[in-house]
């Protein structure tokens, strides 16, 4: 009865994740919605609502959810403590769910901000008393991604000073956030999700070609900071060294596919066609992700790059639904979390995919056509209205699907070859 109330909690995480996930997805709609039909709707406030529960509702809870059924051993993560944490860090994601809408950063929705961060500060020292024990290659990974998480709140703690000292619209305030982001984002999520995938693998990495990919991956992590805060300071040393930052994580994912390679033959064999499929989406997007950040290293591309909301929004969502989200259902539909089997799971697929991906293409060319200077995309707005109904078609599926989804017992191995997951 207890592993089976374990298991029924662990489901109704998920179920929590993707129901945050689906709002998301909702605010982002209403946002495009917003550019056909103007409605008496705060759009910054919304934008502000959206990103939050994307991010911390989504992306972060999902993690932590995996963290403790893959990385924490079996009496370690049936401690009271994870679920009861779990929880009270959804209240704050509910609360920014509901006061950023209302007020934008505002009093309500700054303290349920402050809140999810130290409830994080949390769980990152309880994952590493209980899960560190380890020292293999994913786990390398994710005790930095850990640490990366910790560090990106640095830039959280300087808006405050930021305001009061120099104004919302200064440098300073500005870079603050785009360090948060680009810690997040390259570091905390990213080193997550890859130590989440490769745990698969094993003791199978060849382990010279982790290091040099593991440490390439750090330094290019701190070296491309850079590049969002070239756009607030001007000085060409910020350049060069961006620039060697994206050449050193091009090399670093060049050890990546080398390290995987002579995998690839028999993780393939153990793989249903739909983890396949998110599987190559996230990889894909990771690879797309690597050639944008070396095209703006063309000078006049990287200085008007952040400046077309198109181009930004769509390499927000190449990090985040294709990069992350891909390899997070991966993981999922893979370790039984979600059934691969379910009807509704494979049409939710299909329909998220091919509205994340048509998306993206109606953004960087909108973005292209406005670097261009050939003016808006006809029909722009309409397309990407109707497409990003189908992200959140395929959301609802999913969620929908989880429902039927019968949980495995936490001692199923993520490893594709263990019969259990294969069968």
Same mark, same amino acid.
């Given at each position: 009865?207890?592993?089976?109330?374990?298991?029924?909690?662990?489901?109704?995480?998920?179920?929590?994740?993707?129901?945050?996930?689906?709002?998301?997805?909702?605010?982002?709609?209403?946002?495009?919605?917003?550019?056909?039909?103007?409605?008496?709707?705060?759009?910054?406030?919304?934008?502000?609502?959206?990103?939050?529960?994307?991010?911390?509702?989504?992306?972060?809870?999902?993690?932590?959810?995996?963290?403790?059924?893959?990385?924490?051993?079996?009496?370690?993560?049936?401690?009271?403590?994870?679920?009861?944490?779990?929880?009270?860090?959804?209240?704050?994601?509910?609360?920014?769910?509901?006061?950023?809408?209302?007020?934008?950063?505002?009093?309500?929705?700054?303290?349920?901000?402050?809140?999810?961060?130290?409830?994080?500060?949390?769980?990152?020292?309880?994952?590493?008393?209980?899960?560190?024990?380890?020292?293999?290659?994913?786990?390398?990974?994710?005790?930095?991604?850990?640490?990366?998480?910790?560090?990106?709140?640095?830039?959280?703690?300087?808006?405050?000073?930021?305001?009061?000292?120099?104004?919302?619209?200064?440098?300073?305030?500005? !870079?603050?956030?785009?360090?948060?982001?680009?810690?997040?984002?390259?570091?905390?999520?990213?080193?997550?999700?890859?130590?989440?995938?490769?745990?698969?693998?094993?003791?199978?990495?060849?382990?010279?070609?982790?290091?040099?990919?593991?440490?390439?991956?750090?330094?290019?992590?701190?070296?491309?900071?850079?590049?969002?805060?070239?756009?607030?300071?001007?000085?060409?040393?910020?350049?060069?060294?961006?620039?060697?930052?994206?050449?050193?994580?091009?090399?670093?994912?060049?050890?990546?596919?080398?390290?995987?390679?002579?995998?690839?033959?028999?993780?393939?064999?153990?793989?249903?066609?739909?983890?396949?499929?998110?599987?190559?989406?996230?990889?894909?997007?990771?690879?797309?992700?690597?050639?944008?950040?070396?095209?703006?290293?063309?000078?006049?591309?990287?200085?008007?790059?952040?400046?077309?909301?198109?181009?930004?929004?769509?390499?927000?969502?190449?990090?985040?639904?294709?990069? !992350?989200?891909?390899?997070?259902?991966?993981?999922?539909?893979?370790?039984?979390?979600?059934?691969?089997?379910?009807?509704?799971?494979?049409?939710?697929?299909?329909?998220?995919?091919?509205?994340? !991906?048509?998306?993206?293409?109606?953004?960087?060319?909108?973005?292209?056509?406005?670097?261009?200077?050939?003016?808006?995309?006809?029909?722009?707005?309409?397309?990407?209205?109707?497409?990003?109904?189908?992200?959140?078609?395929?959301?609802?599926?999913?969620?929908?699907?989880?429902?039927?989804?019968?949980?495995?017992?936490?001692?199923?191995?993520?490893?594709?070859?263990?019969?259990?997951?294969?069968?």
């Amino acid at each position: 009865m207890k592993l089976l109330s374990k298991m029924s909690s662990q489901k109704s995480w998920i179920i929590c994740c993707f129901f945050n996930f689906l709002i998301a997805s909702l605010m982002g709609l209403l946002m495009r919605y917003l550019y056909l039909f103007p409605l008496n709707i705060n759009y910054s406030f919304l934008l502000h609502a959206h990103s939050h529960v994307a991010m911390l509702g989504w992306a972060y809870l999902m993690i932590y959810v995996l963290i403790v059924r893959f990385y924490l051993p079996k009496e370690k993560g049936e401690k009271p403590i994870y679920s009861q944490l779990f929880w009270v860090t959804e209240f704050a994601v509910i609360g920014m769910m509901v006061s950023f809408p209302i007020q934008g950063y505002a009093l309500f929705s700054i303290v349920f901000s402050t809140m999810h961060i130290l409830l994080s500060y949390v769980f990152c020292w309880l994952v590493w008393k209980d899960g560190f024990k380890d020292r293999t290659s994913h786990h390398k990974l994710l005790l930095v991604a850990v640490l990366f998480m910790v560090f990106s709140t640095l830039g959280v703690w300087c808006l405050g000073p930021a305001v009061s000292m120099l104004g919302k619209q200064s440098a300073f305030y500005q !870079i603050a956030i785009q360090f948060f982001l680009h810690f997040q984002f390259n570091g905390w999520f990213l080193f997550s999700v890859l130590a989440l995938f490769l745990k698969q693998f094993d003791d199978k990495i060849e382990k010279k070609a982790f290091k040099i990919f593991f440490i390439l991956l750090i330094v290019a992590t701190f070296l491309t900071v850079a590049f969002p805060i070239s756009w607030y300071v001007e000085n060409n040393l910020l350049s060069w060294i961006n620039t060697i930052g994206v050449v050193l994580q091009l090399v670093a994912f060049v050890y990546f596919y080398k390290m995987l390679k002579p995998q690839i033959a028999w993780f393939k064999t153990n793989l249903d066609s739909t983890t396949k499929i998110v599987y190559g989406l996230a990889l894909c997007s990771l690879f797309l992700k690597t050639g944008i950040q070396l095209l703006v290293l063309i000078p006049n591309l990287g200085e008007v790059s952040h400046q077309i909301r198109s181009f930004i929004i769509g390499f927000i969502h190449l990090t985040t639904l294709g990069i !992350i989200t891909g390899f997070l259902l991966g993981v999922l539909i893979q370790s039984k979390l979600l059934s691969h089997q379910s009807y509704l799971l494979r049409i939710g697929i299909k329909c998220f995919i091919f509205g994340y !991906i048509i998306t993206e293409v109606l953004l960087f060319v909108q973005g292209g056509f406005l670097y261009f200077g050939k003016g808006p995309l006809w029909g722009y707005y309409e397309e990407i209205f109707g497409t990003s109904i189908l992200i959140v078609v395929g959301l609802s599926l999913i969620t929908a699907s989880i429902f039927k989804t019968k949980m495995l017992p936490k001692e199923v191995s993520l490893n594709p070859s263990n019969s259990e997951l294969t069968k």
